[in-house]
Structures are given as structure tokens and as C-alpha cells.
């Protein structure tokens, strides 16, 4: 056996294979399991325990922790009573965000950011085909499926990590949401646009649609979010979940190894320990301090009076090139609006939203935002570098199944007071006109050694397939 596949994937695998053969009908089955977080029917069926995953708001954390804990007695179940294996298998973590010395960069730290070779491989380790855990393209990234690493700036958890309260759209958990509606349309919090998110979306395919469960690789990606939580917990005595009594009694259900409703309520699903595992670490990967001048922030939810400076007339049409957006200015907006925002001594601010973000088919990529930025000078296209804004992903806003977000795509918010501050301090911007708003793909690191320098090149830029027609719907440029 090849490094590849350590015994834990081993029997995942066969576990995974096994649960496939199960009827759709039956809850401890790989689809119903998947069906549980989203359906791949374009019209929704009647089950009520399906189609129920809570993104955008504050019962992400706890409800994907009941979801993985019933799961791995599922998995655990079909291989200690199906396969008859060892009865201590534990669902491993894929932890994408490790740092060896110090280094992003390291070959080390990069092998870590590669979707793992397990999954990558068409074969079993006797190299036989047929391997559960491979998908093909393009229900995976060509830059996902060629093992070239996703880049450290869309996984580093660091600002999550830093936060100091669970709830809110520029806090860890997310924002509030109301228990009849779990689906909350609002903007994700910290820790569920990064790493979270932008992890969909550089995997691709299947894991950027609601049934992302149905790619194996979704479980090891969850298992990592949920140590993350844990480890935030740990991490600072002043890290607290949410005290709210609607947050703590909402209850869970979903399925145990028998098929049989289980339900746990937030209050239960608060203590890993409490619910009888533990991580291997709490302090491996949780985020460097990134440079000085990551400066934009996550816009808070709801909408103060705000005078509009510019906006655009049509959707902007995303694909393999970096573009700028083509705001027009508001005739009525004052000369004076945008640079008053960015001068320290007032408090009004520059938001820049985009709005009906979404996709026809996966695009294989998250785009990076640029303000201020030569669309034409690549030095100036740095996400660690002064121009930076953030990123763009289209995880659950693919095709017709984007019924969580009230079928209007993603919305974006950038507060980007600060970094117009910034630029005009450092006489990148002189304060007059709209500084451009550039976005481009988000490029991927070096192929893993021995792979074809062809496709290599082609795993490392990312390039949308033209049927799935990434988008934005409407840009605005505001002043509060
Ligand atoms: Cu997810």
C-alpha cells in the first residue's frame, strides 16, 4: 500500500462503496445520506428530512456537526458489522490549512492544500479501478482532480480564528437566524466564507451544489470546519456559542446506524467531548497572521441609508480573463461622496456589493476582487497585496438549485473603507472618479511533482467552462 491510502481511507472507502449499494430509500444509504443536505433533482421532493442544510447563519456549525456525528456511526456500523473491521473507525480530518515551518509555501504546507491522493486516484490501491472515492471532471475542478493546491490566502482561517463572537456576518459563526427559517439569505460569517466556502469551490463540481455530500471528499472537508469550531472554542476563555435559548433548544434530526430519528438540540452539539470524540490537535492550522494591508471586511447585514456613487446597468459576464466591472457613475451622486467616506475623520463608509452572484453550471473556480487595481499589470492582481478585497464563490448558487437563497443567487459585501484609505495614503488613488473594481479567476499552486507540464498549466489557471456562464447580476458602489 501506497502512502496514499492509510487504513482509515481504506476502509472509508469500502464503507462508502457498500453504503452506495444501498437503496436511495433507505436513510442509512450514501444518497439519502447526501439527500439529507440537498437533493440533485431540480425540483426539491416531498421529504421533509431532505433538502434542509443551514448555510448563512448560525445553525451551520451545530447542524453540520449532528450531520457528520451520525454519519461516521453510519460508516463506522457498515464497516465493524458489514466488512467486519476494526470497531474504532474514526472520520479523518483533511486539514488543508496545516503550515510546516512557518510556510505557506513549504512543499509540505502545499501537499497538504492538494485534494489528497486518495481521491485523486481512478483506482483501488491494488490498482484495480473502480476507487469510491475518485470523481471525474467535471463533477471535480481540473485544478482539483490534477492535485494542484488551492492558495493559502482562500483557506487561511486566521481572521475567523480571531474573531471574538460566534454571531454576526463579520463574527466566527454567522449571523442569526430565525428557527422557521433555517435558510437564512443573509451573508455567511467568518469561518463559513473561509475556508469554508471558498473550499467548495476550489474542489468544484459536485461540492459546489447543495448535494456536495455526494463527493466523499465533503466528510473530510466538514470534519476539518468542525475541528476549527472546536478549536475556537479552545482556543480564548472569551470564545463563547451563541447564549440565546432559540439558538440552544433548536433540535436536529437526523438518522443513527439503525435508521432510526435521532435528534440533538445545539445545547447537545456544543462539546465535542461531551458527545464522545476528540481531535488529534486544536492548535494545527488554525490561520497565520496574514500581511498589514488585508484590510477590506465583510460588510455587516442590513442596510443603513445609503447614497448610491455608481453602479452597473446589466449583469457582468465572469470568465477566463481578469475584467473590470463597468460601473457608471450616479449623475446625482456628490463629487465629494466617495473620498469623504475614505478620509479618516468621518465616520461614513464604502460599501461595494454584488448582487445575484451565480452560475449554469459549476465554474470551476472563485474569483478574486481587486479595487483600485490595473486589470493590464499582474503585480498589482496580489490577493495578499494592497488592491485585495476578497473573494467571490458560487457554492449553492449553480443552476436552478439555488431555492436556499430564495432562487436569487449570492450576495457579496464589501466594507472597503479602509482599504480606499489606504490607497489614497499611498497615492494609488487620487480620490477623483471610481477607482476600477477588477475581478479575476483565482489561480491554483504548483501541479504535484511528476505531473504533466500540459496539464499542469492547465490545473493552475483556472478556466470556466463556457456553459456555466459565472455571473454577476448587479454591482453597486455606496456611502452611508
Ligand atoms: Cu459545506
Known sequence: ?????????????RAVRKMQERP???PTSWLWQANIHGEKSETPGPNPEWNNCPHGGWFFLPWHRAYLLCFEEIVRDVIQNELRGPDDWALPYWNYTRVTNGDPDSPESLECRRLPGAFRSPDWPDGEGDNPLYLAEPDRSPGAALGAPVAWTEVNPHRAMQAEQFTGVRQFGSEYTDGHLVHSNGQSGLLEMQPHNLLHGYVGG??????SPRDPIFWLHHCQIDRLWAAWIASNSGHKNPTAADWLGYTHTFRDAQGNKVGFTSKDLQSEEALGYVYESLADGVGLKPPERLVAMVAAGGDPPAEQVASTTGPTDLGPDTLTVPLTPEPSARAGALPEAASPDTEAR??????????????????RVFVGARPDHEEDLDPEGPYFIGHLHFFGAVGENTHHHGGSGLSFKFDITEHLTELRQLGMWDGEGIPPVVVTPATLGPPPP?????AAALAATPTPPPESRPRIGSVSLTTT
Open 206 to 211: 459536485v461540492m459546489l451544489q447543495f448535494f
Open 350 to 367: 464604502a460599501i461595494l456589493t454584488m448582487d445575484d452572484v451565480r452560475a449554469d453550471a459549476p465554474p470551476q473556480t472563485n474569483y
Open 24 to 26: 436511495e430509500s433507505d
Open 450 to 454: 511528476g505531473a504533466e507540464a500540459e
Open 1 to 13: 500500500m501506497t502512502d496514499t491510502w492509510d487504513s482509515q481511507l481504506l476502509w472509508y472507502a
